[in-house]
């Protein structure tokens, strides 16, 4: 009598068996294998290369001229790497390729090195005509940070979206905002413009990656600094290369 309750015990243990293993092996991923690939990269360089200009009437009134006060000025920086930034551990990113898409992101920083010429404020000195035109020359070196968002659907392709911006002031963008003439000099900041580029998936894959950027933002809103501005208008452009190095892959 004890044998046939074997046979339906062992008949009822095989079907739980493979009903588990079905309910495993269906879904998303049938084989049970994983379907996602990570790579893990260090930033072996930035080439960095940028200018902005700036000009600005400041003026208390709109119809009259106020003595001491009312001055027009234009600044122009040219920022690039600092010698000195090859020595440096420049960052890291990572990317993950999966059946849905693709994500990732690079962060770094760099030293530049910016140069304040062909700057000056012209100050109206009795509204009769007598003006003070002060010329201003300024360097400085700063630290930028760099930010890479990474994203693609299926396919080869990715949509790179860079963001650059000043260590210790995130309003400043391609270029820093520390310089001034008289008057502080604002130029347009990192929420100004877009830096967006393509790049082909199987980059990601290779053992050192070469990912170039241009970017570009303007503005004509004045800056929010306290000062009677009459008129602002300001651009400001970037380009260059990143250079990476994979490092590990799972």
Not at 34 to 56: F, L, Q, R
Not at 105 to 134: M, R
Not at 197 to 221: D, E, M, V, W
Request: hydrophobic share 35%; charged share 15%.
């Amino acid at each position: 009598m004890l044998k046939p309750i074997r046979i339906v015990l062992a008949a009822l243990l095989a079907l739980l068996v493979f009903s588990s293993a079905a309910q495993a092996g269906s879904g998303e991923n049938p084989s049970g294998v994983s379907d996602t690939a990570s790579y893990g990269y260090a930033v072996t360089g930035i080439e960095y290369s940028a200018k902005a200009d700036m000009s600005g009437l400041i003026s208390p009134a709109v119809d009259e001229c106020t003595a001491g006060v009312d001055a027009v000025f234009r600044g122009h920086v040219d920022t690039t790497n600092a010698s000195e930034t090859a020595e440096l551990r420049l960052g890291s990113g990572v990317v993950t390729i999966h059946s849905h898409g693709t994500t990732g992101h690079v962060h770094a920083q760099l030293t530049v090195a910016s140069k304040l010429s062909e700057s000056w404020h012209q100050l109206s000195v009795d509204c009769l005509g007598a003006e003070k035109q002060t010329p201003c020359t300024q360097s400085a070196e700063s630290k930028m940070d760099l930010s890479l968002g990474i994203s693609g659907g299926v396919g080869d392709r990715v949509k790179l979206l860079w963001s650059f911006s000043q260590s210790g002031d995130q309003t400043a963008g391609l270029v820093p905002n520390s310089f001034s003439c008289v008057e502080p000099m604002t130029f347009p900041g990192s929420a100004d413009g877009s830096c967006n580029t393509f790049s082909g998936l199987s980059s990601f894959t290779a053992k050192k990656i070469k990912l170039p950027f241009i970017c570009h933002a303007q503005r004509g809103t004045p800056p929010n600094n306290g000062r009677p501005w009459r008129i602002y208008t300001g651009t400001a452009s970037a380009e260059g290369v990143l250079f990476l190095k994979r490092t590990w892959q799972r």
